[in-house]
């Protein structure tokens, strides 16, 4: 818009009028956010990016960690309904369970915005949009890459053993079933096992370390549900004297720079993306939910596939 000297003067007058008739002036949003919790280097960004487009954005933020716990979720939605604040947003550690408090938020007239992870409710009115990752593509991508790997490699056995996340969440649930869908017509992938990790390093590596008990060198390929289960496991496969990247494929989702960096040593073979900077998006829907304006059920953002001979390439472009 471009400032002629009378639209200026008007600006600058309704600023001098709002400022000495304070309760004029446009009071800053205030947004409750319950987050998952601090579990991998994706979290963490995601809450950085978050907070950070709060700040530039003037919204007043109330920012709640849930320690991956539903319940503390739960309550924190309850104390921001308690608190009127002017939009709650939450990225849901599970699917389900969210019909209650959701309605409780309606009725306060409190609009909900999910980023992230979506939810299973009964009534899609309870939330006004769900901003995040297509995790079943995903899970696709990842298991398009297994598949381009065995047409280049005739001789190789693909036993693969699968790192879940978080029982319940919706990229669990769905970065296995995407991957699933695309091996399913493929004889020689073959799935071993299948178990969650909870998204951490250290459960990452407790089970792999029961994998490779159980399996050994049976195993050929880890798919891990985000890069801090298969760092986890990166470490359980060469304290068992097996190379990771090499004897065992490496295949994980998030695309942080722990997967940069075992890419680069030749532990880790691809990270499929999965973008955790939803901040600016999310304050976009936030301000745009306030006015009155229409947003979108679904907000999907792009994301791409990084390969090791990629990596160094773009580990330098890397913003989280
Ligand atoms: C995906 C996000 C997942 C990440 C994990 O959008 O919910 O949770 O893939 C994180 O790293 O713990």
Redesign the pocket.
């Known amino acids: 818009m471009r400032f002629t000297r009378r639209k200026f003067l008007g600006v600058a007058t309704a600023a001098t009028f709002a400022a000495t008739h304070p309760a004029l002036a446009a009071k800053p949003l205030t947004i409750g956010f319950s987050q998952?919790g601090a579990?991998?280097?994706?979290?963490t960004a995601?809450t950085t990016s978050i907070k950070d487009a709060a700040k530039k954005a003037g919204v007043i933020m109330k920012f709640a960690d849930a320690q991956q716990r539903q319940e503390n979720q739960v309550k924190a939605i309850r104390s921001f309904i308690a608190q009127r604040v002017d939009i709650i947003a939450f990225?849901p550690v599970v699917e389900s369970g969210w019909d209650t408090v959701l309605r409780e938020a309606k009725a306060a007239k409190i609009p909900v915005i999910l980023t992230?992870?979506g939810v299973k409710v009964a009534d899609p009115s309870l939330y006004v949009t769900l901003l995040?990752?297509d995790?079943v593509e995903e899970g696709r991508r990842a298991a398009r890459w297994l598949v381009e790997h065995a047409k280049k490699n005739p001789g190789r056995a693909y036993n693969i053993v699968e790192l879940q996340?978080?029982v319940g969440?919706?990229?669990a649930i769905d970065r296995k079933a995407g991957f699933a869908e695309v091996i399913k017509g493929e004889p020689r992938l073959k799935m071993l096992r299948s178990q969650t990790g909870d998204?951490t390093r250290t459960k990452g590596k407790e089970v792999m370390e029961a994998f490779l008990k159980s399996e050994g060198k049976n195993i050929t390929v880890l798919y891990a549900?985000?890069?801090?289960m298969a760092i986890g496991a990166i470490q359980a496969i060469e304290e068992a004297g097996i190379k990771p990247g090499k004897d065992i494929l490496v295949i994980s989702?998030?695309g942080?720079r722990g997967a940069f960096e075992a890419m680069l040593q030749g532990k880790l073979n691809v990270t499929v993306e999965?973008n955790?900077l939803l901040g600016p998006q999310l304050m976009q829907a936030a301000l745009a939910v306030k006015a009155g304006k229409p947003v979108p059920k679904r907000i999907v953002v792009n994301e791409g596939v990084f390969p090791a001979e990629v990596a160094a390439k773009e580990f330098p472009n890397r913003r989280y």
Do not use: K, L, Q, Y
Request: hydrophobic share 25%; glycine share 8%; aromatic share 10%.
């Open positions: 998952v579990e991998s280097e994706w979290r995601n990225s992230d992870r995040g990752s995790f996340g978080t969440s919706a990229p998204f549900h985000n890069d801090d989702i998030d942080v999965c955790p």
